[in-house]
């Protein structure tokens, strides 16, 4: 069992930026690939960014050049640093764990809302 903790979402303007954290229960390298997905009212779970065991990372087209996915292998957590937001950008934003065997965790989610 996998348990993933996400924070840092919140309120913000248009323009701003918010940095979101999610922390494992267990080391990065037993995870195959960590993504942060989101989740707008009324729409499908969307991928908005992951990283693979190995460093490599993928962007969906709506945030490339706006958003970049970390991590800290000590703290065994991921990031997702988020400029230029826009109202489109609000969601709930959810972290996801592959495992080398295919199977997913879930974490809980953070509200992002983006707003003047």
């Known amino acids: 069992q996998v348990q993933l903790v996400e924070s840092g979402g919140g309120l913000v303007q248009p323009g701003g930026s918010l940095r979101l954290s999610c922390a494992a229960s267990?080391?990065?390298?037993?995870?195959?690939?960590m993504g942060w997905y989101r989740q707008a009212p009324g729409k499908e779970r969307e991928l908005v960014a992951s990283?693979?065991?190995?460093?490599?990372?993928n962007y969906a087209d709506p945030v490339k050049g706006r958003f970049t996915i970390s991590r800290d292998i000590d703290k065994k957590t991921v990031y997702v640093q988020m400029n230029s937001l826009k109202p489109d950008d609000t969601a709930v934003y959810y972290c996801?764990?592959?495992?080398?065997?295919?199977?997913?965790?879930w974490g809980k989610g953070t509200q992002v809302t983006v707003s003047s």
């Open positions: 990283i693979t065991a190995g460093g490599v990372t």
């Open positions: 267990v080391s990065l390298f037993n995870i195959n690939t």
């Open positions: 996801k764990a592959r495992m080398w065997e295919y199977s997913d965790y």
